[in-house]
């Protein structure tokens, strides 16, 4: 099966798409750092840096074998954590329709359409009507699966929405849950570096033999693994994250230390939020901005650690500046899910 990332970011979905057995011979991504790591980590496949609008025909060469036209606009105007831009109004929601000018132009066989769980209820759904509406009309079949990521083995409760569609024969059904305990934040970070605060050195050796066969799997055959990087938080910050316990927020935080936001209630539950060691993890989105708190130590997460949260391979590794890297991984469909997702299309596939 041939495969066609379209806002592939940094290519977590490339990642699930790969291990699924799924050839990727077109990326489309308008980010210059995000189209660099993809770069640097798919060297088979065409990467094309630019905005999917200048896009004017794409081609996969010689079509041997059935197409998956895959991939997930920008979905921070659907996000629940930004009711702000939630509507119709917010340009970038519009580019779906973007996403549907390439299906017409590919006619794939099969498409994969991922976004955030929020578009269902985003102006009352119209979003999603006007998406299912226009596959059917382009004569695919389409099922809507809202799955979780810690039910495949990814040690993270990420919800993600999937319109699946197929031009020919019934779309299958979700794939199966794993029968597996959920891996927990220590299983899957334990084995990394101890770092500091601002920390800044990339490459780095483990710290001790991996703690469970998820991060054997992760970590392969390396002896090293890089994007070590931490955010250099302020004193007072880290004072902060000092009172936080695990599965603890913002709210167990003297006020006294809290004096510089306005409207205290108004902070979601998210901010300051410290990780439990030993559950899977929050979401992995903006852990910068929200400061994400390491499970043991008084930091924010490393790239790395947080791409281990995302079920990255060690060799994969971010390209550009740390914010840029915090924000392609955060980005990302964690590549065990997408797994699952394309394994569930090539079998109905090959059933076919
Ligand atoms: C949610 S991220 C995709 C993550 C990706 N599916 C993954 O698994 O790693 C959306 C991406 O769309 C890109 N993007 C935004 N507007 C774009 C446009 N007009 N053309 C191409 N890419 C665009 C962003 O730079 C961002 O990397």
């Known amino acids: 099966m041939i495969g066609v990332d379209l806002f592939s970011g940094a290519g977590g979905m490339s990642i699930g798409a790969l291990w699924a057995g799924i050839d990727v011979r077109l990326a489309i991504e308008a980010d210059k750092y995000a189209a660099e790591t993809y770069s640097k980590n798919h060297r088979s496949v065409d990467v094309q840096n630019t905005r999917i609008q200048t896009v004017r025909s794409v081609d996969l060469g010689p079509r041997t074998s059935p197409v998956v036209l895959f991939g997930g606009p920008p979905c921070q105007g659907f996000s629940t954590s930004n009711q702000r831009t939630r509507s119709a109004d917010n340009q970038a929601n519009w580019l779906f329709r973007e996403y549907l000018r390439i299906v017409h132009q590919v006619s794939p066989e099969w498409i994969v359409f991922e976004n955030v769980k929020g578009i269902l209820e985003t102006e009352g759904g119209m979003f999603i009507r006007q998406i299912s509406t226009s596959l059917k009309r382009a004569g695919y079949n389409v099922a809507q699966w809202v799955l979780n990521a810690a039910d495949y083995g990814v040690p993270q409760r990420r919800s993600r929405l999937f319109i699946v569609g197929c031009r020919a024969g019934r779309v299958p059904s979700p794939p199966p849950r794993s029968r597996r305990p959920s891996v927990t934040v220590w299983e899957a970070i334990g084995d990394l570096p101890l770092l500091r605060n601002g920390a800044a050195i990339d490459r780095l050796p483990y710290r001790r033999d991996p703690l469970s066969a998820y991060a054997q799997r992760l970590r392969g055959s390396n002896a090293q693994s890089a994007n070590h990087l931490v955010t250099k938080n302020m004193p007072c910050i880290l004072e902060r994250y000092a009172h936080v316990p695990q599965g603890g927020n913002w709210s167990s935080i003297p006020k006294g230390l809290m004096s510089n936001y306005e409207d205290l209630e108004r902070c979601h539950t998210g901010i300051y939020r410290r990780l439990r060691a030993h559950e899977p993890s929050v979401v992995i989105g903006n852990f910068r901005k929200n400061m994400l708190i390491h499970p043991t130590q008084n930091r924010g997460l490393s790239v790395r650690e947080?791409?281990?949260?995302?079920?990255?391979?060690?060799?994969?590794?971010?390209?550009?500046?740390?914010?840029?890297?915090?924000?392609?991984?955060?980005?990302?469909?964690?590549?065990?899910?997408?797994?699952?997702?394309?394994?569930?299309?090539?079998?109905?596939?090959?059933?076919?």
């Open 306 to 352: 947080a791409a281990r949260l995302q079920s990255f391979p060690d060799w994969f590794e971010f390209t550009g500046s740390i914010g840029f890297q915090q924000q392609q991984v955060g980005n990302a469909v964690p590549p065990l899910l997408a797994k699952a997702v394309f394994l569930a299309v090539r079998r109905a596939q090959q059933r076919a």
